[in-house]
Nanobody, 120 residues
Framework: QVQLVESGGGLVQAGGSLRLSCAAS????????MGWYRQAPGKQRELVAV???????NYADYVKGRFTISRDNAKNTVYLQMNSLKFEDTAVYYC??????????????WGQGTQVTVSS
C-alpha cells in the first residue's frame, strides 16, 4: 500500500505565499508522475500542476507564473510553491502520484487534502 501525506496548507492574505509538501511512503518501486489538484466548494477537482520523473512540468493556465512544482525523487516528495496568491486560489489541495510498486500496472494514489484559504 502507498500513502500520500500533504502538509503546508493554511490561511494567507492575498498576495502572500505558501509552500505545500506531499510525501509518499509505502510499497514504492518508482513514482512516475506527481501532481497537485484542487477543489473549491461547489466546483469539480481541477489540475494545478504535474511533474514527471524526468523533471518536466505542466501547469494550469491560471497558476502559470505564480506556482512552481518541484520534486525530490530521493525523498518521494513533491512540493508546490504558491506565490502571489489570489482569493480564487482558495480550495482543498490534493496531492496525487502514479506509483509503480513493482507488481502489476502503475496505480494512482491520492492524499487526504490540505486546505488553502486566501483572504481578500
Amino acid at each position: 500500500q502507498v500513502q500520500l501525506v500533504e502538509s503546508g496548507g493554511g490561511l494567507v492574505q492575498a498576495g502572500g505565499s505558501l509552500r505545500l509538501s506531499c510525501a509518499a511512503s509505502g510499497s514504492i518501486f518508482r513514482i512516475n508522475r506527481m501532481g497537485w489538484y484542487r477543489q473549491a466548494p461547489g466546483k469539480q477537482r481541477e489540475l494545478v500542476a504535474v511533474i514527471i520523473s524526468g523533471g518536466s512540468t505542466n501547469y494550469a493556465d491560471y497558476v502559470k507564473g505564480r506556482f512552481t512544482i518541484s520534486r525530490d525523487n530521493a525523498k518521494n516528495t513533491v512540493y508546490l510553491q504558491m506565490n502571489s496568491l489570489k482569493f480564487e486560489d482558495t480550495a482543498v489541495y490534493y496531492c496525487a502520484a502514479e506509483v509503480f510498486t513493482g507488481w502489476g500496472a502503475p496505480k494512482n494514489y491520492w492524499g487526504q487534502g490540505t486546505q488553502v484559504t486566501v483572504s481578500s
